[in-house]
Every structure is written in structure tokens, then in C-alpha cells.
């Protein structure tokens, strides 16, 4: 996430992490070079090595370009190895002739069709093989055709999707000479962070289908008795963020063609969109289900592009609202946009249409296949070290593993302490207390993603297998200093020096009104 952060005042710029090493040695008189830089010598032996780097106001000096370079590098270097990252869906591998392709792109303002009009030409190649992929209507006429356009990822998609429903029921309404000050939109209480945003940014109720201690989606028949006059759509969700499950979209959606209902659906296949078609085709969720209006999907997750990009397609122009999109010609054509920023670099369409074209529909399935056979071994791996699991197998839901403890009242560690443990050996795996209303249900969860080798699974199951066996010899107060000690020192979050004081999570809950804390994505 983006974080909102203090500027300093004088008197605070070296507090905290700007007090300089060195700082308390300035009395020791030291005979060292102080020569000007010739630049004969290496980076490290440049005065720039041995000075801090600017952190809160820009340098009046400028430095080379090999020196800014290193620096910066260096500094990254603190950063988590992304391989070992198995919180995040984001694609983190991508083929060098990718991103060089992606590289080369860099310059290009996506937004001006003008001046790359082959730029914008791939996009819409894009949207029609995504399209396509999700059994989107392809019609003669252009006003009854499919249309969609890319985002900068999931998070967009959704706001342009909800949007487009609000209006739409607006404008209904308002024909109907009917109010539409309270405006409602149902979905899951598993729904991602961006679902809360798009509600509250656009002022739209939220209706809640909450989760239960042994059901992690939406049930269908309570979902539907939600709906009322003001109902602008239904979210369901192709793969939950919690547990990776697909919500049950034909059941929703027989049951509003049974009561005779128009609601609209909007399908979130944001990890789910690039997996279902290839490992379960069969699995009706997409257009070819009557009230399925719009879905999105992310390119950056199971797309196997680097972040960020996302889609968004409707049906037909119908369910877009024309007073939306917005005409333009001041840079060089006339041009139609429906996105919530203008600006934006090329590189990720031109990323993702190397991975359509380049893996093709056996590329693809391949891959889906391959992330669904190593998530069922890890699985029956942690099972048969005696966790639960919580997620769907078989290709039954996305290519991850959730997973919790065992009930036991002797054991002195709980998930959040062997999430600690495994982050001490460089892998990143969360811990988190599942949705609302499932009785503060703990649980891990580990994304297998293109670049999670069967063999990289078995280490970390040999990880998993050493720390659980560092904890049990702990007893309960040792366990719960460690962690404290991990989440102060280890973990960035637990120093938040980067949020601005307003905003910490001790002062102001960051919760949404479901009650839950978005940490995972």
C-alpha cells in the first residue's frame, strides 16, 4: 500500500534513524584522506560512501551516476528476497525477453493513442483474448459487443465496475422518478480491502454475507434474500483472498433468474481470472451466466505479469454508461477514457500480451496445472504434519494453501509465532485471524505462484517441520518474548516509522466496518 507519511520538522531530521553512526566519534582527531574525488578508485572509496544518504530534502550537489546507482542498490539490498515472499499473489518472474520488451517501453505515455497508436492497438488486442478467455458475447452489432479496457490493476477494475453499476441503477432510478440516496452493493465479509474503498469512496452501502467457523464464502440463497430495490449488483469472488475459494456464481445466479431478478453481478476474478479457465473449463462463474455484467482480473497475479496491471470487461456497452467515459482530443485525437487516472507507463500491456502470445492456451494451462499439483503436495505435506487445511484442492479453488494449528490446550505457539519463525529463516508466510464472525479463527496461508518449485516446497516444508520443533521446546512466556522481539526488530511493520502519527493503527483503527485488519493482499 501507499503510505501516508509526516514531514519533519528542523529540530526532529535527526531523530530516530537519521542520528548518524559515526555521530558519537566526532571528538577522535583522525588523520584521513580528505582528497577531492578523482574517481579512480572505486565506488566505496568516493566521499559519497562515507556520508549519509539525503533522506528528507534534495542534495544541492549532484553525484555520478555509477555512485547513485550503488547506493540505491545497496540500500535495496535490506529489502525481502520477493522468491521467498509466499504472502503476495504479484508475479515476481518474468522472462528476460519480457522485460526487456517491457524496458524498451518505459518512455511510452500508454494514455496517448496518438502518438502510440500500436501501443494502444495491443491493449485492445488484450481485452478481446481476455474477453474471450471469459465467454464474453461477440456480436455484429458494436452496441451489443463485449468492451473493456486495462487498469492499473484489481483495485481500478473494481472502482470502474462499481461505479459503472451505481450509475446504471441511477439512472434507472431516476427514470422511475424513485430516490437514490441509499445505494447498497452485496458481498462476501472475505471480500478484498479495494471492495471496502470502492463502497466508501463512492458512497455506496455495504451488505455483508458473512463468513462462519466452516464457511469462508458467500452463501448463495442468503446472499440473494439481500437484495433489495436499491441493490446496485452483487460481488462474487473467483478465488477469496482468505482461503483461495471460489464463491458459488451460477448458484447466485440461478437464484435471482428463479425469482426474477436483474441484478447485476460483478465477478472479482482478480487471482481467479487467468487459473479457472484453464485448470476447471468447465466451471460456469464467467458471461455465460445470464446476470454476470462485469468481471476484472489482475494481469500482475496468475497473468504472470509484474505489477501492476489489471482488466475489466462488461458484456456489451450497454452495462458502461456513456456519460462515464469521457471524449478528449487534446493530445493529438479524439479519444474515449473510462480510468480513475490518466497518465501511466506501457511496459505492463506490452508485458502482457508477450505472456497471451507467448504462452498461448497451453502456455498457460501448463503452468495453471504444474501451481495446482505443488499446491496439492504441500497440502497433503502440512496435513500429514498435522494441520488443518482450510483451503480447496484438485483445482477446486487457486493454486494456495490455508492452514491452521490444531486445537490443543497443552501447545505453547500459535500460528502468528511460527509465521514469526519462519520469517527468522527468510520466508515470508502470514498469519491472520480469518473474516468476521468465524470466532477469531487463526490461520497461515502460502501462495504457490509460476516460480515456487516443487523443490523450493520441500524446503520450506523441511522449514516448516525445523521451526515448528524450535517452538515446542519453548515454553509459553520464551515464545511470546521472541515474538516480541521478531515484530519489533524484524518485521518493518512493527516499527511504522514510515506512517504519518495520524493515521497508526493505535491512534485510528484501520479496520473496515466488517471488523477485520487488512494485512494481506
Known sequence: ???????????????????????????????????????TTSVYGSKFAAADLPRHEMPDGEMPKEVAYRMI???????????????????????????????????????????YPQTADIQNR??????????????????????????????????????????????????????????????????????????????VEEKFVYCTPDRYVIDPKETVDLVDENTIGICCILG????????????????????GLDTPIHVDAASGGFVAPFVVPDLEWDFRLKNVVSINVSGHKYGLVYPGVGWVVWRSAEYLPQELVFNINYLGADQASFTLNFSKGASQVIGQYYQLIRLGKHGYRAIMSNLTRTADYLAESLAALGFIIMSQKSGQGLPLVAFRLKEDPDRT????????????????????????????????????????????????????????????????????KQQEFIHKHHVVSGKASHNHPKYHKEKHSLQGKTGKTHSIC
Not at 503510505?3 to 555521530?23: A, C
Open 413 to 480: 505457539y500459535d500460528e502468528f509465532a511460527l509465521a514469526h519463525q519462519l520469517r527468522v529463516r527468510g520466508w515470508i508466510v502470514p498469519a491472520y485471524t480469518m473474516a468476521p464472525k468465524t470466532e477469531g479463527l487463526k490461520m497461515l496461508r502460502i501462495v504457490v505462484r509460476e516460480d515456487f518449485s516443487r523443490n523450493r516446497c520441500d524446503g520450506l516444508i523441511s522449514d516448516i517441520r525445523s521451526c515448528q520443533g524450535i517452538l515446542e521446546q519453548m515454553d509459553k512466556e520464551t515464545v511470546k
Open 240 to 259: 477469496t483472498t482468505y482461503t483461495g475459494e471460489y464463491e458459488d456464481v451460477k448458484a447466485v445466479n440461478d437464484l435471482l433468474v428463479e425469482r
Open 126 to 203: 488484450c481485452v478481446s483474448m481476455i474477453g474471450r478467455l471469459f465467454n464474453a458475447p461477440v456480436k455484429d452489432a458494436e452496441a451489443s459487443s463485449a468492451v473493456g479496457t486495462s487498469s492499473v490493476g484489481s483495485s481500478e477494475a473494481i472502482m470502474l465496475g462499481v461505479l459503472a453499476m451505481k450509475k446504471r441503477w441511477k439512472n434507472k432510478r431516476i427514470a422511475e422518478g424513485k430516490p437514490v440516496d441509499k445505494p447498497n452493493l452485496i458481498m462476501s465479509s472475505a471480500v478484498q480491502v479495494c471492495w471496502e474503498k470502492a463502497t466508501r469512496y463512492f458512497e
Open 1 to 39: 500500500m501507499v503510505h501516508l507519511t509526516i514531514i519533519p520538522k528542523e529540530d526532529e531530521i535527526r531523530d530516530g534513524l537519521d542520528i548518524p553512526l559515526t555521530g558519537a566519534l566526532k571528538a577522535v582527531h583522525l588523520q584521513l584522506a580528505n582528497d577531492e574525488d578523482r574517481f
Open 73 to 115: 542498490k545497496d540500500e535495496l539490498s535490506l529489502d525481502g528476497n520477493p522468491l521467498l515472499n509466499l504472502a503476495s499473489f504479484v508475479t515476481t518472474y518474468m522472462e528476460e525477453e519480457a522485460e526487456k520488451l517491457m524496458t524498451e517501453s518505459l518512455p511510452k505515455n500508454f494514455i496517448d493513442y496518438e502518438e
